[in-house]
């Protein structure tokens, strides 16, 4: 089993930046692609970001393109959500995921094989 746990959310006004981390343990080598997805209240989970296994290939949802950067360390077994511009359309509970095999549709749930339990984004106007 993957264990994944993020970090870093919280509450901050429009403009303001937030860096969520996503630490990954147990059986690290099924984390060949790692994402990050959102939900917010009365909507339906959504794709925000996924990153390959070397970071060469990243893939953004067109709304958070420009502001949001996915990154990560496997050395660190960590895998970041650099978000800048925060807007409050941004506010959501976030998550990330990781796949045991590579893929080339990121924005899909279903490739996804392990979750966090998400960490709360709120920003405020």
């Known amino acids: 089993q993957v264990q994944l746990v993020e970090s870093g959310g919280g509450l901050v006004q429009a403009g303001d930046s937030l860096r969520l981390s996503c630490a990954a343990s147990?059986?690290?080598?099924?984390?060949?692609?790692m994402g990050w997805f959102r939900q917010a209240p009365g909507k339906e989970r959504e794709f925000v970001a996924g990153?390959?296994?070397?970071?060469?290939?990243?893939q953004y949802e067109d709304s958070v393109k420009g502001r949001f950067t996915i990154s990560r360390d496997n050395a660190k077994n960590t895998v970041y959500l650099q978000m800048n511009s925060l807007k409050p359309e941004d506010t959501a509970v976030y998550y990330c995921?990781?796949?045991?095999?590579?893929?080339?549709?990121?924005?899909?749930?279903?490739?996804?094989?392990?979750w966090g339990q998400g960490t709360q984004v709120t920003v405020s106007s």
């Open positions: 990153i390959n296994l070397s970071g060469s290939m990243t």
């Open positions: 995921a990781a796949a045991r095999f590579g893929v080339t549709t990121y924005t899909l749930e279903s490739r996804y094989d392990y």
């Open positions: 147990g059986r690290t080598s099924s984390t060949y692609v």
